[in-house]
């Protein structure tokens, strides 16, 4: 069967082109192009998941966000020519399980839907001869109910920050390098997703140390990346983590724009 996608975006040109690319590619899709469609559609759609556009007529599209995953369990990305870094970090708070500004490439928009989807089916995923529970000091993780206790107290995380927080937690007191997060987490492990790792280690670590003083500490391994100890007397959990490493620079051939599609001689890749 057909993996089913909601296409949320209220740019005729932009919607047709996206459509037509993805049902190319083997996907189903749907499309409406207000927010309160989206929502009336969405239980009975029972999408796979969301493709998510900012800036809708009818709503914000970050209020969307946190209204769908009310709704539905599906994975959401955004798709948005708003590229502030503070709808980049919302997008992530509020539930989104990826961002990916216009203009972008379809090949590109393509491979993160995949790895999207990879994890939602990894997340969905119980394998008999691996522990469901993980401790970490005080805090108890869940491997297949997505969730986690501090001192007996629930936490409540988004499913990104359960993937991350769990992905640490099988390799305590080790270093875990970016690289290896991305595979795991988000499903690929580009050069320019260690700010999107960052991101969601900060909200990681005040989530943890709001819910208690006793709470695992994630510190950063600066040029390697990170480790989560029971030790709760470091002082290292404030710390942001910096890449150091250059920014890629892919040669995109087809590239969605705020409204539309713009075709470019096709490149050799790097």
Same mark, same amino acid.
């Given at each position: 069967?057909?993996?089913?996608?909601?296409?949320?975006?209220?740019?005729?040109?932009?919607?047709?082109?996206?459509?037509?690319?993805?049902?190319?590619?083997?996907?189903?899709?749907?499309?409406?192009?207000?927010?309160?469609?989206?929502?009336?559609?969405?239980?009975?759609?029972?999408?796979?998941?969301?493709?998510?556009?900012?800036?809708?007529?009818?709503?914000?599209?970050?209020?969307?966000?946190?209204?769908?995953?009310?709704?539905?369990?599906?994975?959401?990305?955004?798709?948005?020519?708003?590229?502030?870094?503070?709808?980049?970090?919302?997008?992530?708070?509020?539930?989104?399980?990826?961002?990916?500004?216009?203009?972008?490439?379809?090949?590109?928009?393509?491979?993160?839907? =995949?790895?999207?989807?990879? %994890?939602? #089916? +990894?997340?969905?995923?119980?394998?008999?001869?691996?522990?469901? /529970?993980? !401790? @970490?000091?005080?805090?108890?993780?869940?491997?297949?109910?997505?969730?986690?206790?501090?001192?007996?107290?629930?936490?409540?995380?988004?499913?990104?920050?359960?993937?991350?927080?769990?992905?640490?937690?099988?390799?305590?007191?080790?270093?875990?390098?970016?690289?290896?997060?991305?595979?795991?987490?988000?499903?690929?492990?580009?050069?320019?997703?260690?700010?999107?790792?960052?991101?969601?280690?900060?909200?990681?670590?005040?989530?943890?140390?709001?819910?208690?003083?006793?709470?695992?500490?994630?510190?950063?391994?600066?040029?390697?990346?990170?480790?989560?100890?029971?030790?709760?007397? =470091?002082?290292?959990?404030? %710390?942001? #983590? +910096?890449?150091?490493?250059?920014?890629?620079?892919?040669?995109? /051939?087809? !590239? @969605?724009?705020?409204?539309?599609?713009?075709?470019?001689?096709?490149?050799?890749?790097?």
């Amino acid at each position: 069967m057909a993996t089913n996608i909601l296409l949320v975006e209220d740019d005729a040109d932009t919607a047709r082109t996206l459509s037509r690319s993805l049902e190319d590619s083997g996907y189903r899709t749907t499309t409406v192009d207000t927010g309160g469609e989206a929502t009336a559609l969405v239980e009975d759609l029972r999408p796979d998941l969301i493709l998510l556009d900012l800036m809708l007529p009818d709503t914000d599209g970050l209020v969307l966000t946190t209204a769908l995953k009310g709704l539905t369990s599906a994975p959401i990305i955004i798709c948005s020519a708003r590229t502030d870094q503070v709808d980049r970090v919302l997008s992530l708070k509020l539930g989104a399980d990826d961002f990916i500004a216009k203009p972008f490439d379809l090949d590109e928009l393509e491979a993160r839907i =995949e790895a999207v989807l990879r %994890r939602a #089916a +990894r997340g969905r995923e119980a394998p008999a001869a691996v522990a469901d /529970r993980i !401790r @970490v000091g005080e805090m108890l993780i869940s491997r297949t109910r997505g969730t986690v206790t501090l001192s007996g107290q629930p936490v409540h995380l988004t499913p990104t920050e359960h993937r991350l927080l769990l992905a640490l937690s099988t390799h305590i007191d080790e270093v875990v390098s970016r690289e290896t997060l991305g595979q795991i987490v988000w499903g690929y492990d580009e050069l320019d997703i260690s700010h999107l790792i960052d991101v969601h280690i900060g909200r990681l670590r005040h989530k943890l140390r709001r819910a208690s003083r006793t709470a695992p500490v994630i510190s950063t391994v600066r040029g390697r990346g990170y480790t989560i100890s029971a030790d709760t007397s =470091e002082t290292s959990d404030g %710390r942001e #983590a +910096r890449s150091t490493l250059p920014a890629s620079s892919p040669r995109p /051939r087809n !590239r @969605v724009q705020g409204s539309g599609v713009r075709s470019q001689g096709s490149g050799a890749k790097e």
